[in-house]
């Protein structure tokens, strides 16, 4: 509705500031709004201006703007704009020796600042929690045990589910207190309807959340300072960070079910046999452990190509590590 509305409203400003009446829709009008406003939008904008006309011509009743939709220049120009749209880059999961890096600086190798701990510590929590970068910013207060929140997980009305994050006895290594002391050091203040990595100010700590940008480069300039290269930094962002694991669940050969339950994915509604069970994610972290297993030994390696995966690469052995 939102976007619908919006894109109206921009027409709507449109006509009246060039001394046309917006409703009801002219073809000769709709084109020229489109033709003027396409080169400075997004490509997207001209396709989603005719999903709000429909939506006035069909649900609200307006037959002008269903007479727009069936003119061939406007149906043209939306899809030629949108072939321009950028294709998707999909953000590269995080490296073994950079979870490595991540995990040193919280053990102070190399020694940073202890706001730079803190958000070591941050990252590593979103790797480990399958989090993305607003669910691990809401986690406020994060403890050594596990801590269930509630977090709504479908956009349905009246429809909330418990989504539990764990982190600490999954992890490659155990640097969950090292976080938190470098919380205390850094002078981090948490709690309810706190964000848990804030911004950064001249006096401290912000009340807001840093944004996912600045997020970003942090992470980036946080591996640079660890050792790594900068050619093999440069497509990491914070959703890299949610990736990671599940990636290397993917590669591992996980299901699909396990891999959509890790990454607290909906998959159509339940039945019964979610209700009952109290603690769907039981399985699903057990699988999740023994992958990290594999690569803490180093017979698994995310990493390598797909032909060098496993250390063991036979098939024999290949389902044998996937074996309880």
Not at 108 to 117: I, R, T, Y
Not at 158 to 176: A, I, V, Y
Not at 216 to 231: D, E, F, T
Request: charged share 20%; net charge positive; proline share 6%.
């Amino acid at each position: 509705m939102h976007a619908r509305a919006d894109a109206l409203i921009r027409y709507i400003s449109w006509a009246r500031t060039n001394g046309h009446i917006p409703i009801p829709f002219s073809e000769t009008v709709v084109y020229a709004f489109l033709n003027e406003i396409g080169s400075k939008s997004a490509p997207t904008f001209p396709r989603s201006f005719c999903c709000a006309l429909a939506f006035v011509g069909h649900v609200v009743g307006c037959p002008s703007a269903l007479e727009c939709l069936v003119s061939r220049r406007i149906i043209g120009h939306a899809a030629r704009c949108y072939k321009e749209k950028r294709m998707l880059i999909q953000k590269p999961p995080i490296k073994v020796q950079h979870i490595l890096i991540l995990e040193n600086i919280l053990r102070g190798e190399p020694k940073l600042k202890a706001h730079d701990k803190v958000a070591a510590g941050f990252f590593l929590w979103m790797v480990f929690a399958r989090a993305r970068f607003s669910d691990a910013q809401a986690a406020s207060t994060p403890k050594c045990t596990v801590q269930r929140r509630p977090l709504p997980s479908s956009a349905r009305r009246g429809t909330c589910r418990w989504q539990p994050r764990f982190w600490g006895s999954l992890s490659l290594w155990q640097r969950t207190l090292e976080w938190m002391a470098s919380m205390k050091e850094a002078d981090l203040p948490v709690g309810p309807q706190r964000p848990l990595l804030p911004a950064q100010t001249d006096v401290g700590w912000s009340s807001l959340p840093v944004s996912a940008h600045v997020a970003g480069i942090w992470l980036k300039n946080l591996l640079k300072a660890g050792g790594a290269a900068s050619q093999d930094t440069v497509g990491y962002g914070t959703h890299s960070c949610k990736a990671t694991l599940l990636s290397w669940a993917a590669k591992y050969g996980l299901d699909a079910n396990t891999r959509a339950r890790l990454g607290y994915h909906s998959r159509g509604a339940g039945g019964t046999e979610l209700v009952y069970a109290r603690d769907t994610m039981a399985q699903p972290l057990r699988d999740l452990n023994r992958v990290l297993d594999q690569v803490r030994s180093g017979d698994f390696n995310p990493d390598a190509t797909r032909s060098g995966y496993f250390r063991n690469s036979t098939p024999a052995q290949h389902e044998k590590n996937r074996q309880f």
